[in-house]
């Protein structure tokens, strides 16, 4: 089974830039659909990005468009999530999921495997 550890979130301005970064152990993450998740307080757990396995296809949230980006590395078995042009309606723990035999979902459900979470704080 794959473990998941997420790691560069922090506290930014808004406008600034930040890279969060999925390592991936124990097996390959091409053999899993990555998504990333965030989670606001008071707020249900939301999809952000996610890429298939089979095509590697992309698809984001739409308050995200164009201004996230979701890419891999499989020599480092590293899933990432670019944050450009951040806002403080983006602050919230970060999440990194893998799931097996399913399509690319944006329901947190159908995710099998999850990170501990990055914090990302927006300030105005």
């Known amino acids: 089974q794959v473990q998941l550890v997420e790691s560069g979130g922090g506290l930014v301005q808004a406008g600034d830039s930040l890279r969060l970064s999925c390592a991936a152990s124990?097996?390959?993450?091409?053999?899993?659909?990555m998504g990333w998740f965030r989670q606001a307080p008071g707020r249900e757990r939301e999809f952000v990005a996610g890429?298939?396995?089979?095509?590697?296809?992309?698809r984001y949230a739409d308050s995200v468009k164009g201004r996230f980006t979701i890419s891999r590395d499989n020599a480092k078995n590293t899933v990432y999530l670019q944050m450009n042009s951040l806002k403080p309606e983006d602050t919230a723990v970060y999440y990194c999921?893998?799931?097996?035999?399913?399509?690319?979902?944006?329901?947190?459900?159908?995710?099998?495997?999850w990170g501990q979470g990055t914090q990302v704080t927006v300030s105005s």
């Open positions: 999921a893998a799931a097996g035999d399913i399509g690319l979902s944006v329901r947190p459900g159908n995710y099998e495997y």
């Open positions: 124990g097996r390959a993450l091409s053999s899993y659909v």
């Open positions: 890429r298939s396995k089979i095509y590697d296809s992309t």
